[in-house]
């Protein structure tokens, strides 16, 4: 056995979700957790070992942001005013008019963004990330040398995103197959209908890269009411014809929301029955999802901060934690149980959104492990509170709030 790098003392782990309150200590070996003992004897074991002291804190596995576009984010820079028409053409629109002279997409800005998830408790990311005639592959080169910048810290997962429609511009399909090649595990999509308004020639198209490549679709689905759950059957009976349960998610997927009764129920048995999976930034003013029956039906569910102060929209800051308690109050989540399990959304549950087998805070896990003052799980959704210590792969990188790589 390896020595330890680092052992972190008197934590309590949030989950599984108790009330017995036991702490342990942690021994990391690399970037592993390779042992959890009773609180006040790893020290004594590993005398050699640096020690970091937990104070008794309240500790959650490092948050999983399961829906991030790292590439478009002014963060860092000066304010940048909302402009153009409220719809996703006209943002789209928007973005490629006023993009170049902000200087996106960009490594600096990718790692600005990656520094701020960090910041907040971020220690794994799914990204979408642009791939369009304009920019060919600048965008995944620049988030790929982000990432490297930071050492890993914040691991990321890749998905070339064809934000400006696929069958409406030729040469985009071969593009996405070209990221790939590049290290990119998904490809994206988007509204099939609304915005290529050929939705049958679009998921042809990516589910012919998803077959003959194997990597992932994640594809936004904007698209409202019977329009979005067309879609959303096309999407399933091609996921099944390739075999590629597991490796599909839709994004937003509003419709679902929008679709009721007995027509909901019966989506979401097809959507299981294609090991379909789900990621959502809980809107505002959207319908809520049905997250019970996905969550019991086995549709896995992820929580994500989209863009953040893009030329999308001027909000969001990065905090993963803000946006599962937004997720609580949208689909009226109140009692203990409930609460505790819109975190685990942020973490645990997320693991196969980044192509983890586990995450947590057992023997195995990456050491990834963020430390509140809290009282319990509730308390640290409820009231956000600051990160008092940031572990990722082994390394402590942020502390009282503030980075320190
Ligand atoms: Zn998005």
């Known amino acids: ?11 309590r782990p949030a989950f599984p979700v108790t009330h017995g309150e036991a702490s342990v200590d942690l021994v990391i070996e690399g970037d592993r957790i390779a042992e959890v003992v009773p609180s006040g004897t790893a020290a004594v074991a590993h005398p050699e070992a640096v020690v970091e002291d937990g104070r008794g804190m309240l500790a959650l596995p490092g948050l999983i942001n399961a829906h991030a576009h790292v590439d478009k984010s002014w963060w860092g820079r000066e304010w940048v005013p909302y402009g153009g028409e409220a719809t996703t ?24 963004v990656l520094r701020e998830f960090l910041r907040h408790g971020t220690t794994s990311t799914r990204s979408h990330v642009d791939v369009d005639l304009g920019l060919g592959l600048k965008a995944v080169e620049d988030v790929l040398t982000a990432a490297d910048n930071l050492g890993g810290a914040v691991e990321v997962e890749l998905v070339a995103f064809p934000q400006d429609g696929v069958v409406r511009r030729p040469g985009v399909l071969k593009l996405l197959e070209e990221a790939v090649a590049l290290g990119a595990r998904n490809i994206g999509g988007l ?63 509003f419709a679902l929301g929008d679709t009721k009764g007995v027509a909901q129920q019966e989506l979401l048995h097809r959507l299981a029955e294609g090991g379909i999976s789900w990621t959502t930034v809980a809107p505002v003013r959207t319908q809520p999802l049905p997250w019970r029956a996905m969550l019991e039906g086995g549709i896995r569910l992820g929580l994500g901060t989209d863009g953040i102060r893009d030329l999308w929209n001027p909000f969001g800051d990065g905090d993963l934690l803000k946006v599962a ?42 050491a990834d492990v963020v430390l509140v003052d809290a009282k319990n799980v509730q308390d640290a959704l409820v009231r956000g509170p600051r990160r008092e210590l940031v572990i990722a ?7 009282a709030g ?3 790589i």
Request: hydrophobic content about 40%; charged content about 25%.
């Open 325 to 366: 308690l937004t997720f609580a109050r949208l689909h009226g989540m109140h009692n203990d149980e409930d609460l505790a399990r819109a975190v685990s959304l942020a973490t645990g549950e997320a693991a196969a959104f980044v192509h983890r087998s586990h995450h947590g805070l057992e023997v195995g896990d990456r």
């Open 402 to 404: 503030e980075l320190t």
């Open 1 to 11: 056995m390896s020595e330890p790098n680092l052992i972190l003392t008197g934590i």
């Open 191 to 253: 509204d099939p209908a609304g915005i290529d308004r050929d939705p049958v020639a679009q998921l042809d198209g990516l589910f012919d890269i998803v077959d003959r490549t194997g990597a992932g679709l994640d594809i936004h689905l904007h698209d409202p009411n019977e329009l979005g759950a067309f879609q959303l059957e096309l999407i399933i009976d091609r996921t099944l014809a390739v075999g590629a349960q597991g490796r599909v998610n839709i994004a937003h997927g």
């Open 393 to 399: 792969g082994g390394r402590v990188v942020a502390r």
């Open 89 to 112: 053409q006209g943002r789209i629109a928007h973005e490629r008019a006023h993009r170049d002279e902000l200087g996106i997409p960009s490594a600096r800005g990718a790692e600005l």
